[in-house]
């Protein structure tokens, strides 16, 4: 396989405001941090960033990022996860309810992913859809009033481990899109996720 580089500009993050390189489905996960903090009431505090994500498979660590994550609560509750796509939509629903399973000691109540155009949202306990489109994303208001009497629901260990094997899975096709590069560096297709 040649060795294929492909340049990148750099932009202004939204949440942190660092800059960082424009790659993978960076300008959509920018317009759903946006839409979060301007329609759906979140702050910036409330939104983390390229969320670490360690597991072991069979005695080996595996490293990765959840795009997004979203607290709730006071901060004190993970209540959403998203996975910002480029691409087809579909395909992602099983990796980021995966992920939201896998982040916690307790299943994250929403999985999203989301092209910034629109978005699927899925009840990470049942895997099912709940909601298509922007607006189906809870609010911070609708997610304070469904989470005042939340009890956060484990996920049981055998089902664990074949978890970690999914989010793998899915996880290990995307391109790595880790956002902490020099700006003189350039960025390597060819690159998986779990080079980071």
Same mark, same amino acid.
């Given at each position: 396989?040649?060795?294929?580089?492909?340049?990148?500009?750099?932009?202004?993050?939204?949440?942190?405001?660092?800059?960082?390189?424009?790659?993978?489905?960076?300008?959509?996960?920018?317009?759903?941090?946006?839409?979060?903090?301007?329609?759906?009431?979140?702050?910036?505090?409330?939104?983390?960033?390229?969320?670490k994500i360690e597991l072991a498979i069979a005695g080996e660590r595996y490293h990765s990022q959840v795009d997004l994550?979203?607290?709730?609560?006071?901060?004190?509750?993970? =209540?959403?996860?998203? +996975?910002? &796509?480029?691409?087809?939509?579909? %395909?992602?629903?099983?990796?980021?309810?995966? /992920?939201? *399973?896998?982040?916690?000691?307790?299943?994250?109540?929403?999985?999203?992913?989301?092209?910034?155009?629109?978005?699927?949202?899925?009840?990470?306990?049942?895997?099912?859809?709940?909601?298509?489109?922007?607006?189906? =994303?809870?609010?911070? +208001?609708? &997610?304070?009033?469904?989470?005042? %009497?939340?009890?956060?629901?484990?996920?049981? /260990?055998? *089902?664990?481990?074949?978890?970690?094997?999914?989010?793998?899975?899915?996880?290990?096709?995307?391109?790595?899109?880790?956002?902490?590069?020099?700006?003189g560096q350039r960025y390597d297709v060819r690159t998986d996720t779990n080079k980071r």
């Amino acid at each position: 396989m040649p060795d294929t580089l492909k340049p990148y500009s750099m932009i202004t993050d939204f949440v942190t405001g660092q800059e960082i390189p424009n790659i993978g489905a960076e300008e959509n996960r920018q317009v759903v941090v946006q839409y979060l903090v301007n329609e759906k009431g979140y702050s910036t505090d409330d939104i983390e960033v390229d969320v670490k994500i360690e597991l072991a498979i069979a005695g080996e660590r595996y490293h990765s990022q959840v795009d997004l994550v979203v607290r709730g609560n006071d901060g004190n509750l993970r =209540i959403m996860a998203f +996975k910002c &796509a480029a691409g087809s939509l579909g %395909s992602r629903e099983r990796e980021i309810v995966a /992920a939201a *399973r896998l982040l916690e000691d307790y299943q994250i109540p929403f999985a999203v992913v989301s092209d910034g155009k629109t978005a699927i949202v899925l009840d990470t306990v049942s895997g099912k859809k709940t909601g298509a489109g922007m607006a189906a =994303i809870p609010s911070k +208001k609708t &997610a304070m009033r469904l989470f005042d %009497s939340y009890q956060p629901i484990s996920l049981p /260990a055998d *089902r664990r481990e074949r978890e970690k094997l999914i989010f793998r899975t899915y996880d290990s096709e995307n391109v790595n899109v880790q956002r902490n590069l020099d700006s003189g560096q350039r960025y390597d297709v060819r690159t998986d996720t779990n080079k980071r």
